[in-house]
């Protein structure tokens, strides 16, 4: 059974965690349906849970991975803006009170190894 986050902080945690296992079952249920995830400097723009989850893999081959490290998060209501060292995203909190990624713009263009 999937985990969902009760706040934008354990959101960004469970990205982290299902980067770090690799595990693209983990990834889909954090992001809405029609989310849109732009990894810059490895692949570009997707969008949707679908295509999120097929672009996991392609950021794992290159040794990409994704470190949480909020440095603020400002939540209005439902929804909240995560200003990362790596990225930005906003994150909405559903019906079933769990919050999902609505757009997550990541610089991971560092690898987890140095390159030669």
Known sequence: MTQAARTPEELEALFEDAFV????????PL???????????VTG???????????APMLWARERTYVADPLRIVQAHDIALILATHGTSVVRRGADGAWR????????????????
């Not at 992001?31 to 400097?41: H, I, K, N, T, Y």
């Not at 757009?103 to 987890?112: C, G, N, Q, R, V």
Request: net charge negative; aromatic share 4%; glycine share 6%.
């Open 21 to 28: 296992l690799r595990d693209p079952g983990a990834l889909a």
């Open 31 to 41: 992001f809405e349906p029609r989310a849109l995830l732009d990894a810059s400097g």
């Open 45 to 55: 723009e997707v969008r949707g849970s679908e295509q999120i989850t097929r672009l």
């Open 101 to 116: 990624y609505a757009i997550s713009l990541l610089a991971i263009d560092h690898p987890t190894q140095e390159e030669p």
